[in-house]
Protein backbone atom coordinates (compact mmCIF):
# COMPACT_ATOMS: atom_id res chain seq x y z
CA UNK A 1 0.00 0.00 0.00
CA UNK A 2 1.21 3.56 -0.53
CA UNK A 3 3.24 5.22 2.45
CA UNK A 4 2.68 3.13 5.09
CA UNK A 5 2.50 4.85 8.79
CA UNK A 6 4.14 4.04 11.51
CA UNK A 7 2.00 2.23 13.99
CA UNK A 8 3.02 0.10 17.35
CA UNK A 9 0.59 -3.10 17.90
CA UNK A 10 -1.08 -1.77 20.65
CA UNK A 11 -1.62 1.89 19.00
CA UNK A 12 -4.88 3.41 18.87
CA UNK A 13 -6.72 0.52 20.27
CA UNK A 14 -9.49 2.92 22.55
CA UNK A 15 -9.71 5.50 19.68
CA UNK A 16 -10.46 2.13 17.34
CA UNK A 17 -12.80 0.88 19.80
CA UNK A 18 -14.47 4.01 20.54
CA UNK A 19 -15.26 4.39 16.14
CA UNK A 20 -16.78 1.22 16.06
CA UNK A 21 -18.75 2.34 18.16
CA UNK A 22 -19.55 5.43 16.61
CA UNK A 23 -20.38 3.49 13.51
CA UNK A 24 -22.32 0.54 14.70
CA UNK A 25 -24.91 3.78 15.92
CA UNK A 26 -24.98 5.01 12.97
CA UNK A 27 -25.42 1.91 10.63
CA UNK A 28 -27.39 -0.11 13.28
CA UNK A 29 -29.44 2.41 15.26
CA UNK A 30 -29.53 5.05 12.81
CA UNK A 31 -28.16 7.61 15.35
CA UNK A 32 -25.88 10.84 13.39
CA UNK A 33 -22.18 10.94 15.19
CA UNK A 34 -23.42 14.11 16.51
CA UNK A 35 -25.89 12.66 18.74
CA UNK A 36 -23.75 9.75 19.85
CA UNK A 37 -21.08 12.58 20.56
CA UNK A 38 -23.49 14.37 22.66
CA UNK A 39 -24.50 11.65 24.75
CA UNK A 40 -21.26 10.59 25.60
CA UNK A 41 -19.81 7.84 23.02
CA UNK A 42 -16.01 9.84 23.70
CA UNK A 43 -16.95 11.18 27.14
CA UNK A 44 -13.65 8.86 28.63
CA UNK A 45 -10.89 9.31 25.85
CA UNK A 46 -7.97 11.13 25.98
CA UNK A 47 -8.41 15.01 23.43
CA UNK A 48 -5.90 12.83 20.35
CA UNK A 49 -7.94 9.71 20.82
CA UNK A 50 -11.43 11.28 20.28
CA UNK A 51 -10.35 13.62 17.32
CA UNK A 52 -8.79 9.80 15.88
CA UNK A 53 -11.83 8.29 16.67
CA UNK A 54 -14.14 10.84 15.30
CA UNK A 55 -12.31 11.20 11.68
CA UNK A 56 -11.66 7.21 11.91
CA UNK A 57 -15.76 6.75 11.86
CA UNK A 58 -16.39 9.52 9.96
CA UNK A 59 -14.14 8.69 7.00
CA UNK A 60 -15.06 4.83 7.54
CA UNK A 61 -18.85 6.16 6.62
CA UNK A 62 -17.39 8.25 4.03
CA UNK A 63 -16.13 4.94 2.01
CA UNK A 64 -18.13 2.61 3.75
CA UNK A 65 -19.66 1.04 0.07
CA UNK A 66 -16.13 0.90 -1.26
CA UNK A 67 -14.71 -0.76 1.54
CA UNK A 68 -17.98 -3.13 1.41
CA UNK A 69 -16.37 -3.86 -2.23
CA UNK A 70 -13.05 -4.12 -1.17
CA UNK A 71 -14.13 -6.96 0.84
CA UNK A 72 -16.89 -8.74 -0.49
CA UNK A 73 -14.11 -10.66 -2.66
CA UNK A 74 -13.05 -12.29 0.80
CA UNK A 75 -16.14 -13.16 2.54
CA UNK A 76 -18.16 -15.80 1.87
CA UNK A 77 -21.01 -14.81 4.24
CA UNK A 78 -21.94 -11.37 5.52
CA UNK A 79 -20.21 -11.72 9.60
CA UNK A 80 -22.47 -9.94 12.05
CA UNK A 81 -22.50 -6.11 12.28
CA UNK A 82 -20.41 -5.62 14.99
CA UNK A 83 -17.25 -7.58 12.68
CA UNK A 84 -18.69 -6.25 9.24
CA UNK A 85 -17.87 -2.59 11.10
CA UNK A 86 -14.29 -4.02 12.30
CA UNK A 87 -13.24 -5.00 8.76
CA UNK A 88 -14.70 -1.76 6.83
CA UNK A 89 -12.62 0.00 9.30
CA UNK A 90 -9.21 -1.88 9.31
CA UNK A 91 -10.51 -2.05 5.11
CA UNK A 92 -10.11 1.75 5.00
CA UNK A 93 -6.98 1.97 7.26
CA UNK A 94 -5.19 -0.08 5.36
CA UNK A 95 -6.04 0.97 2.04
CA UNK A 96 -5.60 5.06 2.53
CA UNK A 97 -2.07 3.85 3.74
CA UNK A 98 -1.62 2.54 7.46
CA UNK A 99 0.72 0.05 8.07
CA UNK A 100 -1.23 -3.19 7.82
CA UNK A 101 0.54 -5.37 10.15
CA UNK A 102 -0.77 -2.84 13.19
CA UNK A 103 -4.26 -2.44 11.84
CA UNK A 104 -4.56 -5.80 11.69
CA UNK A 105 -2.97 -6.69 15.05
CA UNK A 106 -5.20 -4.04 16.71
CA UNK A 107 -8.31 -5.26 14.50
CA UNK A 108 -7.81 -8.78 16.31
CA UNK A 109 -7.38 -7.42 20.01
CA UNK A 110 -10.48 -5.59 19.74
CA UNK A 111 -12.72 -8.55 18.43
CA UNK A 112 -10.88 -11.12 21.11
CA UNK A 113 -12.25 -8.44 23.91
CA UNK A 114 -15.65 -8.52 22.81
CA UNK A 115 -17.75 -11.51 23.75
CA UNK A 116 -20.03 -11.03 20.47
CA UNK A 117 -16.65 -11.11 18.26
CA UNK A 118 -14.06 -13.03 19.62
CA UNK A 119 -15.29 -16.24 17.79
CA UNK A 120 -14.55 -14.42 14.65
CA UNK A 121 -11.02 -13.15 15.13
CA UNK A 122 -9.44 -15.23 12.95
CA UNK A 123 -11.63 -14.10 9.95
CA UNK A 124 -10.63 -10.59 10.61
CA UNK A 125 -6.88 -11.71 10.63
CA UNK A 126 -7.10 -13.37 7.12
CA UNK A 127 -9.41 -10.91 5.62
CA UNK A 128 -7.63 -7.73 6.39
CA UNK A 129 -4.16 -9.53 6.17
CA UNK A 130 -5.75 -10.33 2.43
CA UNK A 131 -6.59 -6.40 1.90
CA UNK A 132 -3.34 -5.73 2.65
CA UNK A 133 -1.99 -7.67 -0.13
CA UNK A 134 -4.02 -5.63 -2.01
CA UNK A 135 -1.84 -3.05 -5.05
CA UNK A 136 -1.66 0.13 -3.91
CA UNK A 137 -4.10 1.65 -6.82
CA UNK A 138 -6.84 -0.55 -5.77
CA UNK A 139 -8.93 1.60 -3.56
CA UNK A 140 -8.97 4.61 -5.96
CA UNK A 141 -10.05 2.25 -8.86
CA UNK A 142 -13.03 1.63 -6.81
CA UNK A 143 -15.75 3.92 -7.71
CA UNK A 144 -17.17 6.39 -5.83
CA UNK A 145 -19.64 5.65 -3.31
CA UNK A 146 -22.99 6.25 -4.17
CA UNK A 147 -25.65 7.94 -2.18
CA UNK A 148 -28.79 5.83 -0.53
CA UNK A 149 -31.58 5.18 -3.48
CA UNK A 150 -33.97 7.08 -0.81
CA UNK A 151 -31.84 10.61 -1.51
CA UNK A 152 -30.57 9.42 -4.66
CA UNK A 153 -33.84 9.29 -6.51
CA UNK A 154 -35.13 12.77 -5.53
CA UNK A 155 -31.81 14.81 -6.25
CA UNK A 156 -31.67 12.65 -9.86
CA UNK A 157 -35.17 14.48 -10.60
CA UNK A 158 -34.16 17.27 -9.65
CA UNK A 159 -30.42 17.99 -10.64
CA UNK A 160 -29.95 14.98 -13.27
CA UNK A 161 -27.77 11.51 -13.36
CA UNK A 162 -24.31 13.20 -13.99
CA UNK A 163 -24.70 16.18 -11.78
CA UNK A 164 -25.43 13.85 -9.13
CA UNK A 165 -21.82 11.64 -9.76
CA UNK A 166 -20.12 14.80 -9.70
CA UNK A 167 -21.86 15.38 -6.08
CA UNK A 168 -20.92 11.84 -5.04
CA UNK A 169 -17.56 12.26 -6.75
CA UNK A 170 -16.99 15.94 -4.39
CA UNK A 171 -18.83 13.37 -1.23
CA UNK A 172 -16.33 10.64 -1.51
CA UNK A 173 -13.95 13.22 -0.86
CA UNK A 174 -12.03 14.73 2.05
CA UNK A 175 -13.18 18.53 2.48
CA UNK A 176 -11.44 20.95 2.90
CA UNK A 177 -11.34 23.21 5.59
CA UNK A 178 -12.95 26.47 4.91
CA UNK A 179 -12.48 29.92 7.42
CA UNK A 180 -14.33 33.41 7.44
CA UNK A 181 -12.04 36.22 8.16
CA UNK A 182 -12.90 38.80 10.58
CA UNK A 183 -11.28 41.44 8.97
CA UNK A 184 -9.02 40.76 5.73
CA UNK A 185 -9.39 37.79 3.98
CA UNK A 186 -6.53 38.15 1.45
CA UNK A 187 -4.01 38.85 4.36
CA UNK A 188 -5.48 35.95 6.42
CA UNK A 189 -4.94 33.46 3.11
CA UNK A 190 -1.18 34.74 2.99
CA UNK A 191 -0.86 34.49 6.87
CA UNK A 192 -1.94 30.80 6.51
CA UNK A 193 -0.82 29.86 3.15
CA UNK A 194 -4.36 28.74 2.13
CA UNK A 195 -6.26 29.89 -1.12
CA UNK A 196 -8.64 33.15 -1.06
CA UNK A 197 -11.73 31.65 -2.82
CA UNK A 198 -13.70 34.12 -5.27
CA UNK A 199 -16.64 34.46 -2.62
CA UNK A 200 -14.40 35.95 0.24
CA UNK A 201 -13.79 33.03 2.05
CA UNK A 202 -10.38 30.97 2.82
CA UNK A 203 -9.24 27.37 1.94
CA UNK A 204 -6.89 24.96 3.23
CA UNK A 205 -6.41 21.83 2.24
CA UNK A 206 -4.82 20.07 4.88
CA UNK A 207 -5.48 22.07 8.10
CA UNK A 208 -4.32 19.71 11.11
CA UNK A 209 -5.28 20.87 14.11
CA UNK A 210 -7.81 23.49 14.13
CA UNK A 211 -7.38 25.01 17.18
CA UNK A 212 -3.29 25.18 17.00
CA UNK A 213 -3.70 27.50 13.71
CA UNK A 214 -2.53 30.87 14.02
CA UNK A 215 -5.26 33.14 14.78
CA UNK A 216 -7.87 31.24 16.23
CA UNK A 217 -7.10 32.13 19.97
CA UNK A 218 -7.21 35.63 18.90
CA UNK A 219 -10.78 34.74 17.19
CA UNK A 220 -9.49 36.35 13.67
CA UNK A 221 -11.50 33.63 11.92
CA UNK A 222 -13.81 30.82 12.46
CA UNK A 223 -14.57 27.60 10.30
CA UNK A 224 -17.52 28.06 7.82
CA UNK A 225 -17.98 26.02 4.89
CA UNK A 226 -17.59 28.90 1.71
CA UNK A 227 -20.98 28.38 0.81
CA UNK A 228 -22.35 28.76 4.19
CA UNK A 229 -20.72 31.84 4.20
CA UNK A 230 -22.62 33.49 1.06
CA UNK A 231 -26.09 33.62 2.80
CA UNK A 232 -25.18 36.14 5.34
CA UNK A 233 -23.15 38.40 2.32
CA UNK A 234 -26.14 38.41 0.91
CA UNK A 235 -28.00 40.00 3.72
CA UNK A 236 -25.54 42.59 3.11
CA UNK A 237 -26.13 43.99 6.43
CA UNK A 238 -25.19 47.95 7.23
CA UNK A 239 -23.48 49.29 10.24
CA UNK A 240 -26.33 50.03 12.98
CA UNK A 241 -29.14 48.17 11.36
CA UNK A 242 -31.49 46.07 13.27
CA UNK A 243 -30.83 42.42 12.33
CA UNK A 244 -32.16 39.35 12.98
CA UNK A 245 -30.37 36.21 13.00
CA UNK A 246 -33.76 33.77 13.38
CA UNK A 247 -31.99 30.28 14.27
CA UNK A 248 -28.72 31.84 14.97
CA UNK A 249 -26.29 28.75 16.38
CA UNK A 250 -23.97 27.64 16.68
CA UNK A 251 -23.20 31.70 15.39
CA UNK A 252 -21.42 31.10 12.10
CA UNK A 253 -23.62 33.37 10.14
CA UNK A 254 -24.08 35.58 13.82
CA UNK A 255 -20.79 36.34 13.43
CA UNK A 256 -20.37 37.74 9.63
CA UNK A 257 -23.30 39.87 10.40
CA UNK A 258 -21.95 40.95 14.22
CA UNK A 259 -18.17 41.14 12.07
CA UNK A 260 -20.43 44.38 9.81
CA UNK A 261 -21.12 46.77 13.03
CA UNK A 262 -25.07 45.93 12.42
CA UNK A 263 -27.23 45.44 15.82
CA UNK A 264 -27.68 42.04 16.27
CA UNK A 265 -29.67 39.90 17.48
CA UNK A 266 -29.10 36.19 17.78
CA UNK A 267 -32.05 33.77 18.38
CA UNK A 268 -32.32 29.83 18.82
CA UNK A 269 -34.54 27.19 20.18
CA UNK A 270 -31.66 25.40 21.29
CA UNK A 271 -29.35 26.19 25.11
CA UNK A 272 -26.62 23.67 23.96
CA UNK A 273 -26.46 24.89 20.81
CA UNK A 274 -26.26 28.71 21.90
CA UNK A 275 -23.92 27.88 24.43
CA UNK A 276 -21.29 27.23 21.49
CA UNK A 277 -22.69 30.65 19.79
CA UNK A 278 -21.94 32.50 23.12
CA UNK A 279 -18.38 31.04 22.90
CA UNK A 280 -17.52 31.93 19.74
CA UNK A 281 -18.66 35.37 20.40
CA UNK A 282 -16.38 35.51 23.15
CA UNK A 283 -13.57 34.26 21.13
CA UNK A 284 -13.70 36.45 17.96
CA UNK A 285 -14.80 39.88 20.40
CA UNK A 286 -18.01 40.17 18.01
CA UNK A 287 -21.10 41.39 19.88
CA UNK A 288 -24.79 40.16 19.61
CA UNK A 289 -27.76 39.78 21.75
CA UNK A 290 -28.49 36.37 22.22
CA UNK A 291 -32.61 34.91 23.15
CA UNK A 292 -32.89 31.77 23.16
CA UNK A 293 -36.68 31.02 22.33
CA UNK A 294 -39.06 29.35 19.59
CA UNK A 295 -38.70 31.45 16.50
CA UNK A 296 -42.34 31.03 15.44
CA UNK A 297 -43.20 32.72 19.22
CA UNK A 298 -41.17 35.84 18.84
CA UNK A 299 -43.03 39.11 18.52
CA UNK A 300 -40.54 42.01 17.98
CA UNK A 301 -41.08 43.76 15.25
CA UNK A 302 -38.99 46.64 12.82
CA UNK A 303 -36.13 44.47 11.81
CA UNK A 304 -34.18 46.49 9.34
CA UNK A 305 -33.15 42.46 7.86
CA UNK A 306 -33.70 38.90 9.07
CA UNK A 307 -31.54 35.84 7.97
CA UNK A 308 -33.78 32.49 8.60
CA UNK A 309 -31.04 29.99 7.90
CA UNK A 310 -33.87 27.62 8.65
CA UNK A 311 -33.30 24.10 9.80
CA UNK A 312 -33.75 21.13 7.34
CA UNK A 313 -32.00 17.71 5.88
CA UNK A 314 -28.68 18.94 5.81
CA UNK A 315 -28.32 17.11 2.83
CA UNK A 316 -26.12 19.13 1.13
CA UNK A 317 -23.38 18.95 4.49
CA UNK A 318 -23.14 15.11 3.54
CA UNK A 319 -19.18 15.66 2.40
CA UNK A 320 -18.95 16.73 5.93
CA UNK A 321 -20.80 14.91 7.85
CA UNK A 322 -21.33 11.30 6.22
CA UNK A 323 -23.07 9.66 8.97
CA UNK A 324 -26.55 11.38 7.40
CA UNK A 325 -27.23 9.03 4.66
CA UNK A 326 -26.85 6.25 7.00
CA UNK A 327 -28.59 7.35 10.04
CA UNK A 328 -31.66 9.25 8.63
CA UNK A 329 -33.60 8.03 5.95
CA UNK A 330 -35.81 10.86 4.54
CA UNK A 331 -38.85 10.20 7.28
CA UNK A 332 -38.49 13.71 9.14
CA UNK A 333 -38.19 15.97 5.87
CA UNK A 334 -41.82 16.71 5.55
CA UNK A 335 -41.99 18.35 9.20
CA UNK A 336 -38.94 20.11 7.94
CA UNK A 337 -40.61 21.48 5.60
CA UNK A 338 -43.61 22.55 7.02
CA UNK A 339 -41.88 24.20 9.68
CA UNK A 340 -39.66 26.28 7.01
CA UNK A 341 -42.97 27.26 5.12
CA UNK A 342 -44.15 28.75 8.70
CA UNK A 343 -41.06 29.86 9.54
CA UNK A 344 -40.90 32.15 6.21
CA UNK A 345 -44.19 33.33 7.14
CA UNK A 346 -43.02 34.50 10.68
CA UNK A 347 -40.24 36.12 9.57
CA UNK A 348 -41.76 38.22 6.56
CA UNK A 349 -43.93 39.65 9.67
CA UNK A 350 -41.42 41.02 11.85
CA UNK A 351 -39.74 42.78 9.18
CA UNK A 352 -40.03 46.58 9.20
CA UNK A 353 -41.53 48.37 5.80
CA UNK A 354 -38.58 48.36 3.29
CA UNK A 355 -36.96 45.18 5.12
CA UNK A 356 -35.35 41.89 3.60
CA UNK A 357 -35.23 38.69 4.74
CA UNK A 358 -33.09 36.09 3.40
CA UNK A 359 -34.03 32.65 3.94
CA UNK A 360 -31.51 29.74 3.34
CA UNK A 361 -31.02 26.17 4.09
CA UNK A 362 -27.93 23.76 3.60
CA UNK A 363 -30.04 21.22 1.74
CA UNK A 364 -30.04 19.97 -2.21
CA UNK A 365 -33.64 19.40 -1.98
CA UNK A 366 -35.82 21.51 -3.58
CA UNK A 367 -38.47 21.37 -1.88
CA UNK A 368 -36.42 22.91 1.10
CA UNK A 369 -35.66 25.42 -1.48
CA UNK A 370 -36.59 26.44 -4.90
CA UNK A 371 -40.17 24.94 -3.91
CA UNK A 372 -40.44 27.09 -0.39
CA UNK A 373 -39.50 30.39 -2.46
CA UNK A 374 -42.42 29.38 -5.22
CA UNK A 375 -44.99 28.90 -2.38
CA UNK A 376 -44.00 31.96 -0.37
CA UNK A 377 -44.44 34.10 -3.14
CA UNK A 378 -47.99 32.26 -3.87
CA UNK A 379 -48.97 32.83 -0.66
CA UNK A 380 -47.83 36.54 -0.08
CA UNK A 381 -49.10 38.63 -2.88
CA UNK A 382 -46.82 41.35 -3.68
CA UNK A 383 -44.00 39.86 -1.94
CA UNK A 384 -40.83 40.39 -4.22
CA UNK A 385 -38.11 37.80 -4.68
CA UNK A 386 -34.67 39.91 -5.67
CA UNK A 387 -32.64 38.42 -7.57
CA UNK A 388 -30.16 41.36 -8.07
CA UNK A 389 -28.64 40.31 -4.90
CA UNK A 390 -27.43 36.93 -5.02
CA UNK A 391 -24.52 38.20 -7.97
CA UNK A 392 -22.07 38.41 -5.22
CA UNK A 393 -18.70 38.27 -6.19
CA UNK A 394 -17.46 34.48 -7.20
CA UNK A 395 -20.89 33.58 -7.86
CA UNK A 396 -21.44 32.36 -11.44
CA UNK A 397 -24.54 34.09 -12.87
CA UNK A 398 -25.75 30.68 -13.70
CA UNK A 399 -26.05 29.16 -10.55
CA UNK A 400 -28.67 31.79 -9.93
CA UNK A 401 -31.76 30.28 -10.80
CA UNK A 402 -35.73 31.91 -11.17
CA UNK A 403 -35.98 31.31 -7.01
CA UNK A 404 -32.64 31.73 -5.75
CA UNK A 405 -29.14 30.85 -5.59
CA UNK A 406 -28.47 27.10 -5.56
CA UNK A 407 -25.15 26.22 -4.35
CA UNK A 408 -24.26 22.25 -4.91
CA UNK A 409 -21.10 20.12 -4.04
CA UNK A 410 -20.10 19.45 -7.45
CA UNK A 411 -19.46 23.34 -8.06
CA UNK A 412 -15.82 24.33 -7.86
CA UNK A 413 -14.98 20.51 -7.70
CA UNK A 414 -11.48 21.40 -9.27
CA UNK A 415 -10.67 23.38 -5.83
CA UNK A 416 -12.78 20.76 -3.91
CA UNK A 417 -16.10 21.66 -4.26
CA UNK A 418 -18.48 23.35 -1.75
CA UNK A 419 -21.23 22.46 0.73
CA UNK A 420 -25.07 22.61 -1.25
CA UNK A 421 -26.70 25.56 -0.26
CA UNK A 422 -30.35 27.51 -1.38
CA UNK A 423 -30.04 31.02 -0.47
CA UNK A 424 -33.11 33.87 -1.64
CA UNK A 425 -33.81 37.47 -0.52
CA UNK A 426 -37.23 38.17 -0.01
CA UNK A 427 -39.26 41.57 0.43
CA UNK A 428 -42.37 42.25 1.22
CA UNK A 429 -45.36 44.12 -0.23
CA UNK A 430 -47.59 46.60 1.26
CA UNK A 431 -49.51 44.12 3.16
CA UNK A 432 -46.67 41.71 4.67
CA UNK A 433 -44.24 44.79 5.79
C1 LIG B 1 -29.04 25.27 10.17
S1 LIG B 1 -28.92 25.43 11.87
C2 LIG B 1 -28.37 27.10 12.05
C3 LIG B 1 -26.91 27.32 11.77
C4 LIG B 1 -26.47 28.74 12.08
N1 LIG B 1 -27.26 29.73 11.36
C5 LIG B 1 -25.02 29.00 11.78
O1 LIG B 1 -24.68 29.59 10.75
O2 LIG B 1 -24.16 28.62 12.60
C6 LIG B 1 -30.60 25.57 12.33
C7 LIG B 1 -30.84 25.99 13.76
O3 LIG B 1 -32.24 26.14 13.94
C8 LIG B 1 -32.51 25.92 15.31
N2 LIG B 1 -33.96 25.72 15.45
C9 LIG B 1 -34.70 24.63 15.15
N3 LIG B 1 -36.00 24.86 15.40
C10 LIG B 1 -36.08 26.14 15.86
C11 LIG B 1 -37.15 26.95 16.32
N4 LIG B 1 -38.41 26.52 16.31
N5 LIG B 1 -36.87 28.20 16.72
C12 LIG B 1 -35.60 28.66 16.73
N6 LIG B 1 -34.54 27.93 16.34
C13 LIG B 1 -34.79 26.68 15.90
C14 LIG B 1 -31.64 24.74 15.65
O4 LIG B 1 -31.40 24.67 17.05
C15 LIG B 1 -30.38 25.04 14.84
O5 LIG B 1 -29.42 25.66 15.65
Redesign the pocket.
Known sequence: MTQARATSPNDGIAARRAALHLIEQATGAQRLLSESIAAGALERLSPPDRARAQRLATQVLRQLPRADRALKPFLVKQPPLAVRNALRLGAVEIMEGAAAHGVVNAMVQIMSKGKRTQSYKGLVNAVLRKIGEQPGEAWAKLPAPKLPNWLRGPLVEAWGRKPVEAMEAVQAQLPPLDLTAKGDAAALAATLGGELLPTGSVRLREAGQVSALPGFAAGDWWV?DAA?AV??RVLDARPGERVL??????????MQLAATGADVTA????EA??AR?RENLDRTGLAARVVQ??????DETGFDAI?L????S?TGTIRRHPDLPHAKDGSEFGALIA?QAE?IDHALGLLKPGGRLVFC??SLLPDEGEVQVEEALARHPGLVNDREVLARPGIAPDWIGPEGLRLRPDFWAERGGMDGFFIACLRPGARDG
Open positions: QAAADLCAAPGGKTLDLSRLLADALEFLDAPCALMTC
